[in-house]
């Protein structure tokens, strides 16, 4: 690719927010000979609260040439196995579940996992919890860095926590030193042609910046797509009722343990994530403000923090969730929150703004920007961010808590897609939900394995009064003692942070 000339020589990236520089350095580092440059305002400032990744960000900072220690201790980063869910379920047995990042050993021990969940799932007792089959998991319960030695045969997958200032500062320090200008500086105007497209954008004192592909990183705001081009947003209030969080960082005291794992814990209208970094713990309460106020909001959170009396203060956020209906319109290119939002209970914006301005990048060298081009790749995206709307919405839709209006209202929804009804209806008739996930072509946003972990977690099986006894004893003896000895590989994650 280094050996093209610039597809798009000129790109401009308003706003220096993650999504921003993240789209800088990926624009940089395919096009070396294009121009890039990021404009951001200082005083608008950055939304910095995304703190939890997938393993994609892993294949960033490789692509990047960004090794781990030279931007994890910077960003006060910490290691992530997955994704613990607390209190989501209230059936016996199944309060909690863990949700890995899959590992190439799971190849050794998800068959076993799918078959007792089969078995379970058509009235067999056999175990069935996910928690005991998937290494990540036993890493998140040992507080165990999940990095291998380089003996260990198996590749491990996992993501980060980091603070979202410091990660930020690591991409514009990288993008600064790879050609990439940076003007601060607040645009005021969006200057649109006769056919459309943008022209330049207009900065406060007048300069007009123009360039062949403008990206739009401007956050919620969405200053151009939204704002300038008038593309339609397309919310998902009807599927997720969360619209407002509160977030409320505590300091970590030294010396103390550091989990290798989010933590998301269901309250009563929404749920609370705690992300573990080097300095501190992020929390935040993702909430619905149709059922709960904010101060309610700020008070319940303090409380599941044993905070009620603590001198810290919090800060409210109102969330726009949905997408736009095109992410590339005309000669611009929406990502981050000024694309689109979905809760980040799975921790996906990131990853998703990644795979866009990736995709971006190889469908334009292949078409240089014609319609059908685009239309191909807003059809990927817009079905990208659905398919994982999709298993966000499956958390609440299983819940079986039924404690508040917001829990009951969400356990009875019926705005689900055609893809979420196919998945959940071969789930609960005993049919191959991996059938399904392929026939529907689902596997890119979530694997059949994260759907019947999900399902299974929730413990959506028959009543243990109607389970019949299985006909052979099953070997999960032998799983623990495959996982318990992989496990003597991996030291204690706050000592490997400490090393890193
Ligand atoms: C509560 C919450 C929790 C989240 N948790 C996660 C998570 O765990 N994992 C994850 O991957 N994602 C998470 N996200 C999403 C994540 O925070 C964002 O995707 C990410 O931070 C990227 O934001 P951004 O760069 O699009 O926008 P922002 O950070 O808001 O940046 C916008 C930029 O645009 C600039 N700007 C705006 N208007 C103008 C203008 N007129 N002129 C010049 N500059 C302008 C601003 O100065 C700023 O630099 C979370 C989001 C929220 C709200």
Redesign the pocket.
Known sequence: MSNMPPLSPRVVV?????????AACLFASAWPQARVTV????????????????PQ?RALFARLGIAEADWMPAADATYKTGIRFDGWSTRAGYTSYFHPFASAIDLHTAGAFHAHALARRTGLDVAARPDRFFLNTRLAEAQRAPVAPDNFPFEVGYGY?FD?HKV?AVLRNHALAHGVAHVA????MVDVNSSGEVAA?V?GDGARVTADTFVD?????S?IAQGALGVRFVPFASNLFCDR?V?LPTPREAGAPINAH?TATALSSGWA?A?PLTSRT?N?Y?YASDYLSADAAETELRRHLRLLDADVSARH?A?KVGRVEHAWHANCLA?????G?I??LE???????QTMVERFIDAYEKGQGTPARRDAFNAEIARRFEGVRDYIVAHYRLNSRGDTDFWRCNAANDHLSDDLKAIMTAWFTGRDVAAEVTRRDLAGFYSALSWEVLFAGYGTFPDDARLRPAPAPTNTAAIDRLLDGCLLNFGDHAAALART
Request: charged letters at 10%; hydrophobic letters at 50%.
């Open positions: 308003l706003g220096g927010g993650t999504a921003g520089w993240m404009i951001e305002a200082p005083e608008i400032g950055i939304v910095g609260v995304g703190e939890g990744s997938t960000l926590h979202a930020g500086a607040r645009v005021d954008l900065l990183a401007s956050g919620f705001r200053v969080a977030t989010t994530w992300i992020g935040g993702v956020l969330l990502i981050g929150l000024a694309q939002f809760e980040p921790a996906t914006a990131l990853h998703l703004t």
